[in-house]
């Protein structure tokens, strides 16, 4: 939250490795740890969405699970009454959550810090009441079924149906959203973004336009949120209106403070670490895992507000600058 | 008449419930001048400059810059029309680098290309800029380091060096001395004179140390109860009666 | 058509009653603390539980008028102690998620042990009065009027007593308040255990209208964020005000449209006087 390394310095080489690691990994799983990694990517880039708004922005959204849901519904109706292409549907998917963050983001982001909060606990309860109550247009709990188009690229074309096409697609897809979010973060613009949550009033001095900024950082957050609900059905081949529930903007918190907000890395590891956890334990620990939620994010919040990668960060930057002190006297 | 005065403001009035913090006060800033504007504590020094900034609209009266009326305008529109305020308590990004600090605002005034397509290190008009500030601050050997771990003396300067990165016309000092130390103090007020001589010779400062004043100021405005008292050379309102009864007459 | 809006606006009244009960706990915390109590519902929830064991196993949903306020200023101590006193003067995005977890935390134990499936008490006061062109519950009468005897009550205790004066002290500036010898520590825990208390009571009131689920907080905690929001958050007249405004207008609309539409409604209403009065009806800027 407060540590912003300078991504400049970030290497390519942990980018490879992993970049490596992600492209071989399902050939050397079995099925059931292939799926739960496909998952962590997708909730990871939920988290990611998160993190924008949070670590970046220094905005708390307790209403990130309607974006995620409005991409998902997105996805599904694009494909099923638009035209049947996976492309269309994570377009149509992303172009919901954005007009929905744009217009709800039109509101909120006049308000700061208290204020903000509520709104979006507020929006989000309401929306999901709305979706649980819309059975003809959401099917409520029960959700939609979808029948998966082919995935085609250039004329080729792979099944939906192979775990290793949702793989690489939600892979891919996840990829591209992070790359695009650490340039943004690299641009004037997204430093500027930056620059507010550090000291709003002095970057409105030297010439930001800081109610605008905000309005861009939560558009962005929940149009990368929308995008990883439009992964939800490529997943799941289903949709429902209980991905509104506000049990799921929580987890996006929790993961993202858990890796370290404003790491933008942090969101993918916080994801991968609980996700895991939640499948592993899932058998004897479904009934407890909100509890367990809950006394995490006290814990984290209190003890290590930075989350992992925050600290690590921290603890390296530091390393170094005594080591420039060191080496230049 | 349109280009003797840089900044002016027509009758500037500002009160909060009952309480009159500025009542019809006429200021003028010649271009190419460095004025003080002081007086007591309480007297409308920052309100002034809060309502030269956008961050406070007027009761009444009419702030005009540059020929062109800039009342109620919102401070970041005041920036991009080369009015830049320094803050009188320290006013950085403690978790940014210093080099950051100051790019932020050089990219409000020197920035080019697209905002969000380029990465912020590569627009090269802002990267020189940025160093050339650093150097003339002397901070270029800690530009990687937080600003937050600056000493106070050298985030006084960042302070200034941020407040002109945005390439301003007219710079609004509020108290650059404020908790520094008689030395540090000399120091800062030498290198605000070669600033003046160099990058910005439009200077409006406020500040409570009369060596300051005296050491910089061509030109002096005296406030007090939010009324302008008197004004002219440093030497002609030390003589003036009212402003010694008022302000230099107690030891300050 | 006349007769269902004018009941309309009479239970309205009740229920706005009821949630100014609720809606000051929260905006009590908000003022003393600087905390926005996400997990405000769930205290509400756990009041409506602790009425439906008093029903069914002490007999009688009257015995939690006293035990409700009871469990939940036990309650408000132990999440105090052990959570919001080490928050203090952090920023507020970390007290929010604090409260946030609580909210996981307590729901999940209600799901728990009190289990999912909805359950309902009795009227405790069977007895209808005649009422324009039909009959109307006395409990939803008594459920006004013992609201209002609390609200008083808070009132003179806020204006009248040495801890009222303390809380409204501190309130203004803690540092003062410390240095003038007041402990500040104890008041702030007191003010979260009246909080809870508050909540609870108003789950004891709502039980027997509503039936008692374990997610039940989350209605009441979006009106009772409205009505915040709307009154500006700290003030206690404006809270009640605000309360009565925004559950007329809800159920009012309840006779045109579905409750979630009217919801809805609801928080337009709030959008459109915040639009107009950023700082809210009564709130000072």
């Known amino acids: ?329 | 008449m349109k280009s003797e005065f840089i900044l002016r403001t027509e009758s500037l009035s500002v009160s909060f419930g009952g309480l009159t913090a500025l009542n019809r006060v006429d200021f003028e800033m010649r271009e190419g001048e460095i004025q003080a504007v002081i007086g007591p504590n309480g007297a409308g020094k920052t309100t002034l400059f809060n309502v030269l900034s956008g961050n406070l609209r007027p009761t009444e009266g009419r702030v005009v810059f540059k020929g062109e009326d800039i009342t109620g305008l919102p401070p970041y529109e005041v920036c991009r029309r080369g009015l830049s305020k320094t803050f009188q308590k320290t006013s950085i990004f403690p978790d940014l680098t210093v080099f950051e600090n100051v790019r932020l605002g050089a990219h409000t005034g020197h920035g080019t290309g697209n905002p969000i397509l380029r990465s912020a290190s590569s627009d090269r008009a802002v990267v020189e800029k940025v160093e050339e500030l650093l150097l003339m601050g002397g901070l270029q050997d800690q530009k990687d380091q937080p600003a937050g771990n600056l000493s106070h003396g050298d985030q006084r300067l960042l302070e200034i060096l941020i407040g002109i990165s945005t390439r301003p016309e007219l710079l609004l000092l509020d108290e650059p001395s404020a908790g520094l130390s008689a030395k540090e103090t000399r120091y800062i007020t030498q290198w605000i004179k070669e600033l003046s001589q160099t990058t910005i010779r439009n200077i409006v400062i406020v500040e409570h140390d009369m060596d300051v004043v005296t050491e910089l100021a061509d030109s002096v405005c005296v406030l007090n109860y939010g009324e302008v008292l008197c004004r002219g050379t440093v030497g002609e309102v030390k003589c003036n009666p009212q402003v010694q009864d008022v302000y230099l007459g107690r030891p300050v | 058509m006349v007769e269902l809006i004018i009941s309309q606006v009479v239970n309205g009244l009740v229920w706005g009653l009821i949630l100014a009960l609720i809606s000051i706990g929260l905006t009590l915390i908000y003022g003393q603390l600087e905390i926005v109590n996400v997990a405000h519902g769930a205290l509400y929830t756990i009041g409506a539980v602790v009425a439906y064991y008093c029903f069914a196993y002490l007999g009688g949903w009257a015995f939690s008028i006293v035990f409700s306020p009871i469990a939940l200023v036990i309650l408000g101590l132990i999440i105090y102690g052990t959570t919001i006193r080490y928050s203090q003067g952090k920023p507020p995005i970390v007290t929010v998620i604090i409260t946030y977890g609580l909210l996981f935390i307590m729901e999940q134990t209600v799901f728990l042990t009190y289990g999912g499936v909805p359950r309902s008490i009795p009227n405790p006061i069977p007895y209808n009065v005649p009422f324009i062109g039909g009959d109307y519950p006395v409990y939803r009468i008594f459920c006004a009027v013992f609201s209002g005897l609390v609200l008083l009550a808070l009132i003179v205790f806020l204006k009248r007593t040495r801890y009222g004066l303390w809380i409204r002290a501190t309130r203004q500036d803690h540092e003062t308040a410390m240095n003038m010898g007041i402990p500040v520590s104890r008041v702030y825990a007191l003010v979260f255990c009246l909080g809870s208390a508050l909540a609870g009571l108003g789950g004891v009131l709502a039980a027997p209208i509503t039936s008692v689920t374990f997610n039940m907080g989350h209605a009441i905690l979006i009106d009772a964020f409205i009505v915040v929001i709307m009154a500006g958050f700290g003030s206690i007249i404006g809270t009640v005000v605000a309360s009565l405004i925004i559950e007329v207008v809800i159920g009012v609309s309840a006779a045109f449209v579905n409750p979630v539409m009217a919801r809805v409604v609801g928080m337009a209403l709030m959008v459109a006087v915040l639009f107009i009065r950023p700082e809210g009806l009564f709130g000072e800027e």
């Open chain 1, 1 to 329: 939250m407060s540590s912003e390394p300078s991504s400049h310095r970030f290497t390519w080489w942990p980018l490879l490795v992993i970049g490596l690691f992600l492209v071989v990994a399902p050939h050397l799983m079995d099925r059931y740890p292939r799926y739960v990694l496909t998952e962590v990517i997708m909730w990871g880039l939920f988290a990611l969405g998160f993190d924008i708004i949070f670590g970046k922005a220094g905005l708390l959204n307790f209403g990130m699970s309607s974006f995620f849901a409005l991409g998902a519904y997105g996805f599904v109706y694009g494909v099923q009454y638009v035209y049947p292409s996976v492309w269309l549907g994570l377009a149509s998917g992303m172009m919901v959550a954005f007009v929905f963050s744009l217009v709800s983001g039109w509101i909120v982001t006049r308000f700061s810090s208290h204020y903000f909060v509520v709104f979006t606990i507020v929006i989000s309860m309401i929306l999901f009441l709305l979706a649980m109550n819309l059975r003809v247009v959401t099917g409520a709990d029960e959700g939609i079924n979808i029948r998966l188009p082919d995935l085609g690229i250039l004329g080729w074309h792979f099944s939906l149906r192979s775990p290793f096409t949702k793989y690489y697609l939600i892979l891919g897809v996840a990829a591209v959203a992070f790359l695009g979010v650490r340039r943004f973060f690299d641009s004037p613009l997204g430093r500027a973004v930056v620059a507010v949550r550090e000291n709003e009033e002095r970057a409105r001095m030297i010439g930001y336009n800081t109610a605008y900024l905000r309005l861009v950082a939560y558009t962005l957050s929940g149009t990368v949120a929308g995008l990883a609900g439009t992964l939800y059905p490529i997943l799941n081949s289903s949709t429902n209106a209980e991905l509104f529930f506000w049990i799921l903007s929580g987890k996006a918190v929790l993961w993202t403070v858990v890796g370290g907000a404003g790491t933008l890395w942090g969101a993918f590891l916080g994801a991968a670490l609980l996700v895991t956890a939640e499948d592993v334990f899932s058998s004897w620990l479904v009934n407890f895992y909100p509890i367990l939620v809950g006394i995490l994010l006290i814990a984290i919040i209190q003890l290590a507000p930075k989350g992992i990668l925050g600290t690590l960060f921290a603890a390296l930057a530091g390393r170094r600058a005594a080591h420039e002190a060191g080496g230049g006297s």
